[in-house]
């Protein structure tokens, strides 16, 4: 390879020595000012990449970016122009020392220490880009510099905002979606935004988490043999803690290290300056005390001490659960001298007013619902700027235990804590509210099978304004009905599908979409599933399943609502129909048969061999006679497709189309955009894939198969504007 062109040439005031970095804009040269003599890194965007409209664009916003940020643990930028024809270039100060990767690749994993002041200051860093509104969008080990002060201290700088962007630009790049290096990309790079969402700070402390992850165990979180899969990965699967990896890491590090790697960005940290707080007090604490460290965050559920007084009036005796809202404690009302469920707002949530309403609206709603089977709610607070609610003391277990002691329901006990459930949703429909998120955690039921339904925490009322909006998906995933995952408007018919799914777990113990497998989806292949694929019979895991109790569930399970029972009461008089009649379920017949011994087995296997070979040789010689083939009833398979844009995005516009018209396609042939997640019936389809911004479509046939990977990447060609032709593309 020769040499580069611009070695020992001048650009301007500056004159090239040597290359010391290559991507793919362009080049990174050490160069010296002729007058100051001082040297600097010239940063020079490719002469092919000139004539791109958009690679230009981007380099002149990381300068204009980086004339906005001055930090001494971001890189500086002294000057910016152009040379020649429609050449740019940038100076900046330059680093020497070496990248954090070269230095996980040095040492393996970096030591604790290191590792905690490297983050810490570029999280510093980023906290100074994101005041002003800049979000980094490729946060790696690669773009983190460990370089000597004049002291002789080591400081870590932030480099390349290539890819920034500012928070308050309009879309200069084709896409808010993936943009950045995929082992370090957070979920909401890989896809997981809705239309109208945009990249935030938040992005970035995924990120930092991912390299902060590698830099302590000398791995990564996630690895995956293609694109898709990792994406899917970043999307759905959680981390395992770094202490399992690293054991002298203190398990106060877990808790921030995967508070980080949080897949809802509302559960990370919500700006630098508080991840920073909380290393910092781990950071304290190890300096002070050999002692496990605890975090008593700012923006965490306020934790009570057992035994001490609460807002002057609740003694607290112990505390019972937690949850995303916060924590729930048992504790006794000093003034009427009862026990009570007391439930405090975490700090967090507090400080977000929309989820402070959602809290109030619970007291609200679930008041007006005065019912045997619903928690009793008493009374709503404020103390010490704790928001809190105290609740009915129910003595019992979740239906989620009770389930996991049991195992499979008998149908009398299931059907008698489902009807108690169903007066009392039927209570609440009657009062305009709708639970939303009805599962066997939220159904208490005590020794005497009486049942009550708890949590209205994300309900909602036809009589007041919504606070959550429409579009936005609220529940738990695997409850929940198709309209409510596709974020439409839902009525009471909506819990009734709920009802559906948690009477299908307590008679099989398993989900209605899972068949007969073991194995158990992720979040995203659930919602997949529930959106496009009809559920597992019963009676194709229990053969001897009630015949009535199957109809009864899969009505309730339908997917169009218009087809499901319209009221709760619809369903507790088609139980107590059943009830009487309903045969205990028979664990036995699904048991797995003994296994042959070993010698049986030897000689079955033969005889199995023989056969085949003499099946094989008889069907040879016989003429063949082609038989009219049976229609059949494709099974659904997951498919994943990514459309990778070499305009440096990994998203295109796609319609998927299928080739046979024997092939029933579920899905509505609407534009989506790529990476997508799709359930498709096994067949031959269409994808077509086309640019934003350009004329050209991209074609390509697929074959989907149930039980294999159906990982698509189609990739897009590299376009200039002035082309209207379209290019072709390849599959693999």
């Known amino acids: 390879m020769g040499q580069d062109p611009l070695v020992g040439k001048k650009i301007r005031e500056y004159e090239i020595l040597e290359v010391i970095g290559q991507g793919g804009m362009g080049a990174v040269y050490r160069a010296r000012h002729i007058y100051l003599e001082q040297e600097r890194a010239l940063k020079v965007i490719r002469s092919d990449r000139s004539a791109n409209k958009e690679f230009v664009e981007r380099f002149i916003r990381e300068a204009k970016l980086l004339t906005r940020l001055r930090h001494p643990n971001l890189v500086v930028m002294h000057e910016f122009g152009s040379f020649e024809e429609n050449s740019f270039f940038m100076v900046l100060e330059l680093l020497q020392g070496e990248t954090v990767l070269e230095r996980i690749q040095r040492l393996k994993k970096i030591p604790y220490s290191d590792a905690l002041r490297i983050v810490r200051e570029a999280a510093l860093g980023l906290q100074a880009a994101h005041a002003k509104g800049i979000v980094h969008r490729d946060i790696s080990p690669d773009n983190l510099v460990v370089v000597k002060d004049e002291s002789g201290d080591e400081v870590t700088k932030v480099i390349d905002f290539g890819i920034a962007k500012p928070l308050d630009s309009t879309n200069t790049l084709t896409s808010d979606l993936f943009v950045g290096k995929l082992e370090y990309s957070s979920p909401e790079q890989c896809g997981m935004l809705d239309s109208d969402e945009h990249l935030d700070g938040r992005s970035d402390m995924y990120s930092l988490g991912i390299t902060f992850y590698h830099m302590l165990t000398g791995e990564l979180p996630f690895r995956a043999q293609t694109a898709q899969a990792l994406m899917v990965k970043h999307a759905t699967e959680n981390p395992k803690p770094p202490s399992t990896k690293t054991v002298e890491l203190p398990p106060t590090l877990d808790t921030v290290v995967l508070r980080m790697l949080a897949k809802k960005r509302s559960d990370r940290y919500l700006t630098m300056e508080h991840f920073i707080r909380d290393l910092d007090q781990i950071q304290t604490a190890r300096r002070n005390s050999d002692e496990q460290a605890t975090i008593e965050t700012s923006d965490e559920t306020f934790e009570m001490r057992i035994g001490s007084l609460f807002a002057k009036r609740y003694m607290i005796l112990s505390k019972l659960g937690e949850g995303g809202m916060g924590a729930v404690y048992k504790a006794t009302d000093q003034i009427l001298n009862v026990p009570m469920a007391l439930k405090v707002l975490s700090s967090r949530v507090a400080h977000n007013p929309t989820a402070v309403e959602r809290f109030k609206r619970e007291v609200i709603l679930a008041r007006k619902v005065a019912h045997r089977n619903t928690c009793r709610i008493y009374d709503i607070g404020e103390s010490d700027g704790i928001h809190y609610v105290s609740m009915e003391y129910i003595e019992g277990k979740t239906l989620s235990h009770l389930m996991a002691e049991k195992g499979r329901l008998d149908p009398q006990l299931g059907i ?89 777990q307590m008679f099989t113990e398993k989900l209605p979409f899972q068949g007969t497998t073991s194995k158990e989806f992720n979040p995203m292949q659930q919602m997949l599933a529930q959106l496009h694929s009809t559920a597992t019979r019963p009676s194709e895991i229990i053969p001897n399943f009630p015949p009535e109790l199957e109809k009864i569930i899969l009505r309730a399970l339908e997917k169009n609502p218009d087809k499901r029972f319209q009221t709760a009461n619809e369903v507790k008089q088609a139980l107590h129909r059943i009830a009487n009649t309903a045969e205990t379920l028979d664990v036995s017949v699904i048991q797995p048969a003994p296994k042959p011994k070993t010698d049986v087995l030897k000689f079955a296997i033969i005889g199995l061999v023989i056969l085949v070979l003499a099946t094989a040789w008889f069907l040879f010689r016989r003429p063949v006679v082609t038989e009219p083939q049976k229609p059949s009833i494709p099974s659904p398979a997951a498919v994943t497709l990514v459309g990778v844009n070499l305009n440096a995005l990994p998203w295109a516009k796609v319609k998927i189309i299928p080739v046979s018209k024997s092939v029933q396609f579920t899905i509505p042939a609407e534009e989506k955009v790529t990476p997508c997640f799709l359930n498709l019936p096994e067949g031959d389809y269409s994808v077509e894939l086309s640019n934003d911004g350009s004329t050209q479509t991209l074609s390509n046939r697929i074959h989907v198969q149930a039980g294999r990977d159906n990982s698509f990447q189609f990739v897009m060609p590299a376009y200039e504007p002035v082309q209207a032709m379209p290019q072709v593309g390849e599959l693999r």
């Not at 304004?465 to 998906?473: E, L, W």
């Open 416 to 504: 008698s804590i489902m009807s108690q459930v169903l007066e009392g949703l039927e209570e609440a429909h009657h009062a305009g509210i709708i639970h939303r998120d009805l599962k066997p955690q939220n159904i208490m039921v005590n020794d005497r099978n009486h049942a009550w339904i708890m949590d209205f925490g994300i309900s909602i009322s036809n009589e007041v304004s919504r606070v959550t909006q429409t579009g936005v998906v609220v529940g738990t995933v695997y409850y929940m009905a198709p309209e409510q995952l596709d974020g439409k408007e839902i009525d009471a018919r909506a819990d009734i599908y709920s009802i559906g799914v948690i009477l299908y």
